[in-house]
Structure formats: structure tokens, C-alpha cells
């Protein structure tokens, strides 16, 4: 609502390619089969950018850590008693379970736990997370070794498979900067900087940038001074 009062359009169903020219006096890159003219390109494309590759040759690194998790109803779970502190890490022989609250009131967790994976590609990893069943396995694997109380979160989580997601970690050389030797081609997010999902981390801190970024663009800025600007944000 608020872009469409700014009449600023919104494009789906299309996939950026590649940027074709970078220069100071604009940028000129490719969308699907077509060609598109900005004098400025932003990208928020995430820890995988495909815009990144057009400023720098570094790449994300895989930790091999896999987190699977999701949410339950914190009353869904019979506690040991009314004071269990539910926002916890359980530490079991497996692993550690991790409860953390939600929303404000406590009553949705988000429950999970991480492990050594093998890498896979994106239609892997796609692959992976469209399949509760074997999201299911991983967080039942040596079910018996945990507590107790353990066990009861993680029979909740496995009855709601619709809910149960993963997320591969993912590390990001620090980057020399977030923007091409032009400064009209610009990464925010984790397309510059990737963090842990967990608890919106993420996205928070793109939306700072956006903001900060926002700000600064809401001045008029010569040439000369632009580079400056952006190298200070």
C-alpha cells in the first residue's frame, strides 16, 4: 500500500541475470531475456547474491551445520513443573534442544537443534525442505538418549511436519565493501553481510540497512562526493 501510494511498481515472476554495464553514469543490466537501464541497482538477494558476483569473487562457505527446527504451543508440552523456565537449551548425549519463546506472551516456541550435515546444492537443500518426513528423521535421530522433556518437545514438533523447516549455515567472507568501484550497484542485507536466521536476525538488520541507506539517498549527492558518502554508510 504504502509503494503503491508512491507509485513505485512492484515486478514478480522475474529473475535478475547480470549486470552488463557499471559506470558512474548509470548501470545497465539483464532481467530474464530484457534489458533494463537504472542509474542505480540495490540488491537484497540474500546470503547466495547473484548481484554479489558483479562486485567481488567471494562466496558463501558452508559450515557444515544444519539446523532443523519449528513452532509449537508452549502448553502443548507437559513441563516438569509450572516454573520451567520453556525459553532453554536442553543439553542431551545427542545434542542441545533449543526453546525459544516466540512472541511477547510465551505462548509459541520455536524449538530446534543443530548437526553436522553434508553440503548439498540448491536443489538439494530444496529437496530437503520440502520433505517432513525427513525433516522428522533428523530430529528424531537417537530420540532415546534424550530427556525426557526433550522427547515431549520434539513428539510436538513431529506432529506438526507442515512446520518443521531447516536451514543450512552458511558463512560470508567479510566483504572489502558492500557496493562496485562505480557505487551505483549496491548489496544490503545478507547479500553484504549473511546472519543467522534465528530470530529474525536477518531481515532486521536489512531493513536497518534500507533505512540508513534510504536516508542517505534522500540527499542530493554530486559525483565527486557520491563515493565518499558510501564508503562513511
Not at 511498481?9 to 547480470?18: C, H, V, W
Not at 550497484?185 to 536489512?206: E, F, K, R, T
Not at 534500507?210 to 565518499?228: R, T
Amino acid at each position: 500500500m504504502a509503494l503503491a501510494e508512491r507509485n513505485i511498481p512492484i515486478f514478480y515472476d522475474m529473475k535478475f541475470e547480470i549486470i552488463i554495464s557499471d559506470t558512474p553514469e548509470g548501470v545497465v543490466f539483464q532481467v530474464g531475456n530484457g534489458t533494463e537501464r537504472a542509474a542505480m541497482v540495490i540488491g537484497s538477494d540474500g546470503i547466495h547474491s547473484t548481484l554479489r558476483r558483479h562486485a567481488t569473487d567471494l562466496s558463501p562457505i558452508y559450515t557444515n551445520l544444519l539446523c532443523v527446527y519449528g513452532h509449537i504451543p508452549t502448553e502443548s508440552v507437559e513441563w516438569p513443573d509450572q516454573d520451567f523456565a520453556a525459553g532453554c537449551t536442553i543439553l542431551g548425549k545427542p545434542r542441545s534442544l533449543f526453546m525459544v519463546p516466540e512472541v511477547a506472551d510465551g505462548s509459541d516456541l520455536m524449538i530446534g537443534t543443530q548437526f553436522a550435515y553434508p553440503e548439498a546444492d540448491r536443489k538439494g537443500w530444496e529437496a530437503l525442505a520440502s520433505d517432513p518426513t525427513s525433516l522428522s528423521a533428523l530430529l528424531r535421530k537417537n530420540y532415546d538418549q534424550w530427556h525426557g522433556t526433550a522427547r515431549l518437545a520434539i513428539d510436538e514438533l513431529c506432529k506438526r511436519p507442515e512446520s518443521i523447516l531447516c536451514w543450512p549455515f552458511y558463512a560470508l567472507p567479510k566483504l572489502h565493501s558492500w557496493s562496485s568501484s562505480s557505487g551505483k550497484v549496491i548489496m544490503i542485507g545478507d547479500a553484504a553481510h549473511a546472519m543467522p536466521a534465528s530470530s529474525g536476525q536477518g531481515v532486521n538488520q536489512a531493513l536497518e540497512d534500507a533505512f540508513s541507506l534510504a536516508k542517505i539517498l534522500s540527499y542530493e549527492w554530486n559525483d565527486e562526493v557520491w563515493p565518499k558518502v558510501l564508503s562513511a554508510w
